[in-house]
T-cell receptor, first 114, second 114 residues
Framework: KQEVTQIPAALSVPEGENLVLNCSFTDSAIYNLQWFRQDPGKGLTSLLLIQSSQREQTSGRLNASLDKSSGRSTLYIAASQPGDSATYLCAGALTNFGNEKLTFGTGTRLTIIP | DTGVSQDPRHKITKRGQNVTFRCDPISEHNRLYWYRQTLGQGPEFLTYFQNEAQLEKSRLLSDRFSAERPKGSFSTLEIQRTEQGDSAMYLC????????????FGSGTRLTVV
């Protein structure tokens, strides 16, 4: 059974700093890993998707990496802004007869201090 | 197409009542998922459809829960004889069975059972 862990549960950083969010998973046979953002009381917004054959993906100020051998993924946010404050969730998918259901971590609640 | 739509956004119901939620996926997406999220936790998988076929159900989905996806388009999730423990955010997501296509989530339906 795939287990996904995100540490720390909460993080506060001053505006403008670069930061890294961590995600670890137990099953290295991961098919893909996706990072999401969730604002309070809202649904999930997809940020980045990394296939198992890839090592990283970039979108604007965001960069996500995937290391299957160590069971780790990181989300790097450059030049943080107050609007980045949200909960960030990572989720891994295993192939299962074509059903790529996601297993989520519990998230990191990020607060950017103006 | 504006993404995945869920209705209603909020539902308050008395214990013992039945409730039904609707999800309209992105039109070309053939996969549809239901997840449940409680406060402070990541979403947990409930069930999955490939077109109109329900291919997997989580053990979390007791016999009071039923999901349908007639004609492979919209989906409904019904909870019968609601209990206070059913209070949660119910999230719907859709995707394509194509490499590189991740999940798109809706805004969710928040259920409160009083």
């Amino acid at each position: 059974k795939q287990e996904v862990t995100q540490i720390p549960a909460a993080l506060s950083v001053p505006e403008g700093e670069n930061l890294v969010l961590n995600c670890s998973f137990t099953d290295s046979a991961i098919y893909n890993l996706q990072w999401f953002r969730q604002d309070p009381g809202k649904g999930l917004t997809s940020l980045l998707l990394i296939q198992s054959s890839q090592r990283e993906q970039t979108s604007g100020r965001l960069n996500a990496s995937l290391d299957k051998s160590s069971g780790r993924s990181t989300l790097y946010i450059a030049a943080s802004q107050p609007g980045d404050s949200a909960t960030y969730l990572c989720a891994g998918a295993l192939t299962n007869f074509g059903n790529e259901k996601l297993t989520f971590g519990t998230g990191t609640r990020l607060t950017i201090i103006p | 197409d504006t993404g995945v739509s869920q209705d209603p956004r909020h539902k308050i119901t008395k214990r013992g009542q039945n409730v039904t939620f609707r999800c309209d996926p992105i039109s070309e997406h053939n996969r549809l998922y239901w997840y449940r999220q409680t406060l402070g936790q990541g979403p947990e998988f409930l069930t999955y459809f490939q077109n109109e076929a329900q291919l997997e159900k989580s053990r979390l989905l007791s016999d009071r829960f039923s999901a349908e996806r007639p004609k492979g388009s919209f989906s409904t999730l019904e909870i019968q004889r609601t209990e206070q423990g059913d209070s949660a955010m119910y999230l719907c997501a859709s995707s394509l069975d194509t490499l590189g296509v991740g999940y798109t989530f809706g805004s969710g339906t928040r259920l409160t059972v009083v």
